[in-house]
């Protein structure tokens, strides 16, 4: 078929997530027919940088040869079976490898097959936990301002995306918000960490009786904007967490398998959550994935005689679908084989090396990096930390032109996010600063900047 045969179609049956429809009918959509590396391919045969890892999954590069060998191997054998009343081989051996990698103190997986999936796992299962331990007004949430964690209706409560989320709200139930611990653009001054954390503790005061678990994405927020937390805030909540009897869910969805230069970035500090969800990068980015890891605590509240009720009723079709978990062993051998995590830890200083010179262009405001995750915010007077207009889609319009330079990344708002795979190289890195670096610098050049009308670009958040 030739693209536009392809984009006719597309834009007679297909309904995009997170994506402005109107715009996109309006648009020429890139069509991906095929991936090498750490390269996407259109259907005109043109080459792409991946710099969002398809959208932040993306770990080893595209058709690596270990994970398409073991995903045709899996076919082989077997493509799907259900986990109800049965389990299967692929699904026991990550659960051991995943259990052997995590925290210390994780010891139970529990399978399903996306990020908002994994969270709204955990919530019920932090709720059902104390409901199980005869505490069933235990089932409120603590969550921090501008959280994500998914689109579902629970992952939706806990978050506060409110720009995604909005015309949900009478659908979503009461949680107790505390401010993320924002660097840039904390509103009150001193410590945001300590203030953030103080936040937290005031909560828990009042209402600790009724709170299941706290919520947050540890060290990194993603989709808040790459927000980088204070060093020591992570261990301050787990030290709440247990002061006032709730448990701690950390959201490792975007944050996990090597992403922040640890495996989990809950190592930075050494923390072990209550609950742990993961998903994205579980499988390398190949396959829809997700695991709630639990304690062994959390575990045995769950047993006892089926009349009790403690079962945990949750699950989804394809739970640990086993083509999911052969690649997901496959991507956790890359890592032992590459030496991954080092790898990283040496790539993102010589990533910081390259971002440093972005922090001096006109309208960069903040530039926020932990291993290979950053956030460059854009804004429209850096003395005074003015945004742009929203209208202006800065971020969109300038992540538009890096892609006609051969590179896709994605805004967020006018926060532009480099999430390259971590098996990127060092030279792929430079030519992905290098093309962001340039387009930042054109801002001023920018039709809806500089007052010529508006550039019409349909995918962004
Ligand atoms: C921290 C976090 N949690 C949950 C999710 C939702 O994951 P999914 O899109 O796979 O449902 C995301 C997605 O970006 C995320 O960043």
């Known amino acids: 078929m030739t693209t536009q045969h392809l984009q006719t179609l597309d834009k007679q049956h297909v309904w995009h997530p997170f994506t402005h429809m109107s715009l996109w009918l309006a648009d020429d959509p890139l069509v991906i027919v095929a991936g090498d590396g750490m390269h996407l391919i259109d259907s005109d045969g043109r080459r792409y940088l991946d710099a969002i890892s398809s959208l932040w999954c993306n770990v080893h590069g595209h058709r690596v040869k270990e994970i398409d060998d073991a995903v045709r191997a899996q076919l082989d054998r077997i493509a799907h ?20 990698i995590a925290p210390r103190g994780l010891a139970k997986v529990f399978y399903s097959d996306s990020g908002a999936t994994a969270t709204e796992i955990a919530f019920k299962m932090a709720a059902q936990y104390w409901w199980n331990l005869g505490r069933p007004q235990k089932h409120e949430f603590i969550g921090l301002t501008d959280g994500y964690h998914g689109d579902t209706v629970g992952a939706m409560s806990v978050g506060m995306t409110a720009a995604f989320h909005k015309p949900y709200r009478p659908l979503l139930f009461k949680v107790h918000y505390a401010p993320a611990p924002f660097p840039y653009r904390y509103p009150v001054p001193g410590d945001c960490g300590v203030h953030a954390l103080a936040a937290i503790e005031e909560i828990l005061k009042a209402h600790h009786q009724t709170i299941a678990a706290i919520c947050i994405e540890p060290i990194v927020m993603g989709a808040a904007g790459m927000i980088v937390h204070p060093h020591g805030f992570l261990t301050g909540v787990r030290a709440l967490a247990d002061k006032y009897d709730v448990l701690l869910i950390c959201d490792e969805v975007a944050t996990g398998f090597g992403r922040t230069g640890t495996m989990f970035a809950c190592e930075h500090e050494n923390v072990t959550p209550d609950i742990l969800c993961l998903a994205k990068g579980l499988t390398g980015g190949y396959m829809p994935l997700a695991a709630t890891l639990a304690t062994q605590r959390i575990f045995d509240a769950f047993l006892g005689e089926p009349h009790e009720g403690k079962t945990f009723f949750h699950g989804h079709t ?5 083509l999911a978990c052969a690649a997901a062993i496959a ?31 006109e309208h960069v405001g903040d530039v926020r990096q932990k291993g290979f995750m950053v956030g460059i915010e854009l804004v429209a007077d850096k003395a005074s930390k003015r945004p742009f207009d929203p209208k202006q889609r800065v971020g969109a319009a300038v992540c538009r032109r890096v892609r006609d330079r051969g590179i896709i990344v994605r805004p967020l708002g006018d926060t532009i996010v480099i999430f390259p795979p971590l098996a990127t190289e060092l030279i792929q890195l430079r030519e992905i600063v290098d093309a962001v670096y340039a387009e930042i610098a054109r801002i001023g050049e920018l039709p809806s900047v500089s007052d010529r009308g508006d550039d019409q670009i349909a995918g962004d958040f």
């Not at 995590?341 to 993102?348: D, F």
């Not at 990533?351 to 922090?359: D, R």
């Open 81 to 100: 079976c259900t986990m109800l009343g049965q389990t299967n081989d692929q699904a026991i051996i990550l659960a051991e490898r995943l259990i052997a």
């Open 318 to 322: 394809y739970t640990g679908n086993p």
């Open 331 to 361: 991507s956790l051998d890359l890592f032992d084989k590459n030496d991954l995590i080092a790898s990283v830890r040496r790539k993102s200083l010589e990533l910081t090396e390259l971002l440093s010179c972005v922090n001096e262009l």
